[in-house]
């Protein structure tokens, strides 16, 4: 009985010390980097530059000063990039000893060149004044946007569009509610209505009575 329990309590101090010698190595693998990304050519801060841990799907975004903080592994990748600038690539030392590194990136700035565009003027003032009254400029994205907001715009969309499902459905339900009012009485009549005298006068107007009494008759008298 004693040696089963020496055997136990042996079994367990090792375990314990194992867990402990892991939780200690994951714990000096860890390393927090502080630092700060500047131009190469005049060591100016460069803000809004994005630090990457590669692989790991995380990372953080250097501030207004260029300053920024992240937690990673020793031996990882970080990522850095920007736009204007080209892409760098840091690799975290192994041997680094403890959990801190102060860290200077610099960043190098990327140069586009565009298509070359030649600007040629109008051979005299009369093509000028035949461009300025005829040509027609197409609209920028800007005023696009704005015809398409404009209100009577709108207005008119709603008139010709078709209902979505939502709005039937809305509708179905007002005209149910309305109609449940004179369930189990007689509808009254609307003769009297001057709304409704005032849609007849309308309707008359515009022919549509007219329009009903020339249809082509199926027979009869």
């Not at 369930?183 to 009297?192: E, F, H, K, T, V």
Request: charged fraction near 20%.
């Amino acid at each position: 009985m004693k040696f089963r329990f020496i055997v136990c309590f042996l079994t367990l101090v090792l375990g314990l010390s194992t867990q402990e010698a892991q939780a200690q190595n994951w714990f000096d693998n860890v390393i927090q980097i502080d630092g700060v990304t500047m131009t190469a050519d005049s060591l100016r801060a460069v803000a809004g530059v994005e630090v990457v841990v590669k692989s790991k799907n995380r990372g953080v975004e250097s501030g207004p000063a260029g300053v920024f903080t992240i937690v990673c592994y020793k031996g990882d990748t970080l990522q850095f990039s920007a736009l204007g600038f080209r892409s760098k690539e840091y690799v975290v030392q192994k041997d680094i000893k403890g959990q801190y590194f102060s860290l200077i990136q610099l960043m190098v700035q990327d140069t586009f060149y565009l298509p070359e565009t030649i600007i040629r003027p109008l051979p005299d003032k009369d093509h000028f004044a035949y461009a300025f009254r005829y040509w027609r400029i197409p609209d920028d994205q800007y005023e696009i946007a704005r015809h398409n907001t404009d209100k009577y715009t709108l207005r008119a969309l709603a008139y010709t569009l078709p209902h979505d499902g939502r709005e039937a459905q809305a509708m179905y339900q007002h005209d149910q509610a309305n109609k449940a009012v004179y369930y189990g009485q007689q509808q009254p009549m609307n003769i009297l209505n001057p709304l409704a005298w005032a849609d007849f006068f309308e309707a008359w107007k515009r022919g549509d009575f007219r329009n009903q009494n020339q249809q082509p008759s199926s027979g009869g008298y």
